[in-house]
């Protein structure tokens, strides 16, 4: 969805770290069960291998990399989708019309458009006319114009068929192709909710299943029967209700199967692969671009199809199956590990289990409350309401000050990264290759945004990141596209762009390190409403490119500049309770 954060993973380990009592290393022989909850479960991945051969084939790629590539495709089928290179109106049925006068009424009917030497892209003048011979036609004087009341021609030398060409979606009818778009956006707030539940209830592995079955029918439904607009709709929804279980409940696997040395990396790669997906998209796009878009559409069903029947050789979170007192499948699931990294369990790997089951919470009891409410008539008593999670956040005005400084930059990540992905086909240049750029931005931006916070720090990172995105999205508004073919303002966008990827590669583990432990995924899952809610918006900003990119430089330099106000997070302990937040000076 577009890219949706990670809410779960890092918001329930987020927290998690190894702790090796007197710096002794690990002995098998050694029971490291403690007090200390944080390391009740991730001592497990130093004996069964913290990153071998089962972690890169079932995680780093299966899970990592086709979950995030899978939702990238999908993402890129916006894009595709309503491309078209020119259009103007289909001129009016009439026997007077033939192929050697055509151009006669070409002039006459057309109005010249905003670009020179071409006729309007959407109106036509109502017009009367007289054919004197096959080389010369009086027209009516007449200056009213129409918007192309019988349709539009569209220009098929790039794109021969595309969904816009398919509904003839011209002029004001594109508003139906901005619904559609809205609709995959928004559809993956439910989707989340939904998926959310079933990831706790019935498993994670399950999940993922269910999920990429429905994305790969989804796809096949509007192969095979394309019909009405209501149809489409629906379709998008589907697609944009199954995108969160593809990509947050595969980076959950990734974050349950991986030690903390190296979840983060994973993690953060999936953004990357993110990238490749749009690369693949793109050049899928390029082979079938003189083909009907019903081949595009079906390439890019190949990849959900595949990973459906991943479900049987994928293994399920042991951490979850413990949380569910399934202990022998997690005990099960746990040697397998073990034996394809040739490594051992733990010598207190039961109570190791026991443990994670009486410190853990199944993700599925979050459906049943809000912010740790339980809506009952005890809950409207004084009392009660005063103990809720709701209300201590609410009269803690240092977590409030921090979660609408995050809600800010999320809304305002969530307008610039859609609009530009969007908005490539509006740049100067060749628009095969200006994709291509614009998935190499996703890798380079995320391995940037990494390094970045983890030498400099998250605080300084990212105003310089957000300021830096703001200047690059004035210069590409003010860059004359006259410059090298174009090519300068496409680069100062793609280097803007690459801010915005470094940004996501920040946000969401600064928000985990600035969010109490007790509220942490509520707080995140408010978040992620707040970016789907800003990619929304996107369809429906219709001003001229250089005003939009304009109020992109203002968003992301008023998201830079409110981060003053916020502590710096690096190698320091992380909140669990909303009372260990504190109001303290962040400019001291």
């Known amino acids: 969805f577009p890219k949706l954060p990670t809410i779960n993973i890092l918001s329930n380990m987020g927290e998690v770290r190894i702790q090796d009592p007197g710096n002794k290393g690990v002995d098998e022989n050694e029971s490291f069960v403690n007090d200390d909850k944080s390391s009740r479960f991730d001592i497990v991945w130093e004996y069964v291998g913290g990153f071998g051969p089962f972690q890169w084939i079932y995680v780093w790629f299966g899970f990592a990399f086709f979950c995030a590539s899978i939702s990238a495709l999908q993402m890129m089928e916006l894009v595709f989708f309503g491309m078209y290179t020119g259009m103007s109106c289909r001129l009016p049925p009439h026997p007077d019309i033939t192929e050697g006068n055509r151009h006669l009424f070409v002039e006459g009917l057309l109005p010249p458009g905003e670009y020179p030497g071409m006729p309007s892209f959407c109106a036509i003048y109502d017009r009367t006319w007289t054919v004197v011979n096959e080389s010369h036609v009086d027209f009516s004087e007449g200056t009213d114009v129409l918007e192309c009341p019988h349709g539009w021609n569209y220009d098929k030398s790039v794109f021969v068929d595309t969904l816009v060409m398919h509904y003839d979606w011209g002029c004001s009818k594109m508003g139906k192709y901005g619904v559609s778009v809205t609709t995959n956006i928004l559809a993956t707030i439910p989707g989340a909710l939904m ?84 690369m693949f998209g793109t050049l899928c796009f390029y082979i079938f671009r003189k083909e009907s878009w019903r081949w595009f559409h079906f390439s890019q069903a190949l990849a959900p199809t595949l990973f459906v029947f991943y479900y049987f050789f994928a293994p399920e979170s042991p951490r979850w199956l413990c949380t569910q007192g399934r202990y022998a499948e997690a005990k099960k699931q746990l040697q397998r590990i073990a034996r394809i990294n040739k490594g051992s369990l733990p010598p207190d790997i039961d109570e190791i289990m026991r443990l994670e089951k009486e410190q853990s919470k199944p993700l599925g009891n979050l459906g049943f409350s809000l912010m740790g409410i339980q809506f009952n008539r005890e809950f ?37 990264w859609f609009g530009m992905v969007l908005g490539v086909r509006a740049l100067p240049t060749d628009f095969f290759v200006t994709n291509v750029i614009s998935g190499c931005t996703e890798i380079v931006g995320t391995i940037a945004g990494y390094l970045m916070s983890h030498f400099l720090g998250r605080k300084p990172t990212m105003i310089s990141i957000l300021f830096f995105t703001g200047t690059l999205c004035c210069l590409t508004a003010f860059t004359p596209t006259s410059w090298a073919n174009g090519w300068v303002k496409t680069a100062a966008s793609m280097t803007g762009k690459t801010g915005i990827a470094a940004s996501w590669a920040l946000i969401v583990s600064y928000a985990v390190e600035l969010y109490p432990t007790e509220a942490r995924s509520q707080l995140l899952s408010l978040n992620v409403v707040f970016m789907l809610t800003g990619g929304s918006t996107v369809p429906k900003i219709t001003w001229k490119p250089k005003w939009i990119m304009l109020m992109y430089s203002v968003m992301c330099w008023v998201s830079g500049f409110l981060y003053l106000f916020v502590p710096e997070t690096r190698n320091r302990p992380m909140p669990d309770l909303v009372s260990d937040i504190v109001w303290a000076n962040p400019l001291a």
Do not use: Q
């Open 195 to 278: 998926f959310g539940y079933i990831a706790g209830r019935f498993g994670r592995r399950t999940c993922i299943f269910l999920s990429t079955l429905l994305h790969a029918l989804s796809y096949y439904m509007l192969y095979i029967k394309p019909g009405n607009m209501v149809f489409f709709i629906c379709n998008r929804f589907l697609m944009g209700f199954t995108y969160a279980g593809l990509y947050n409940i595969g980076a959950v696997m990734c974050g349950e199967l991986l030690g903390p040395k190296h979840r983060d990396a994973v993690i953060l790669s999936m953004e990357a692969f993110y990238g490749v997906g749009m």
């Open 380 to 416: 409207f008593r004084w009392r009660n309401l005063k103990k809720t999670l709701l209300f201590r956040v609410l009269m803690n005005f240092e977590v409030v000050k921090r979660n609408v400084i995050v809600n800010i930059t999320f809304f305002t990540l969530g307008v610039t």
